[in-house]
């Protein structure tokens, strides 16, 4: 049974940075592709990046192209959302989330979540 747990949330000024951590166990997951989504109050939850976990290629939202970076550590079965320039906008509930195979976009193909960790940015 896959078991992710995220840690590395927070409240920080815009222009700030968190990085965000979601360790994963009870599996192999090399055929896995690790996603991080996010969800405000009152929206739907959306897609940040997700990154394949045995060739770490990465694919990102339009919105933090440029200040978010996916990044996995196989070692420590951790994978890790650095987050810079934040803004006031970033605030929601971040969730660390996997499925096997390709990487997708769609909080509906993932199988296992994390229960979310809280980043509040403030103006």
């Known amino acids: 049974q896959v078991q992710l747990v995220e840690s590395g949330g927070g409240l920080v000024q815009a222009g700030g940075s968190l990085r965000l951590s979601c360790a994963a166990s009870?599996?192999?997951?090399?055929?896995?592709?690790m996603g991080w989504f996010r969800q405000a109050p009152g929206k739907e939850r959306e897609f940040v990046a997700t990154?394949?976990?045995?060739?770490?290629?990465?694919y990102y939202a339009d919105s933090v192209k440029g200040r978010f970076t996916i990044s996995r550590d196989n070692a420590k079965n951790t994978v890790y959302l650095q987050m810079n320039s934040l803004k006031p906008e970033d605030t929601a509930v971040y969730y660390c989330a996997a499925k096997q195979g390709s990487p997708s976009s769609r909080p509906y193909e993932y199988n296992d979540w994390g229960q979310g960790t809280q980043v509040t940015v403030s103006s």
């Open positions: 009870g599996r192999t997951f090399s055929n896995y592709a």
């Open positions: 990154v394949i976990w045995t060739f770490g290629s990465t």
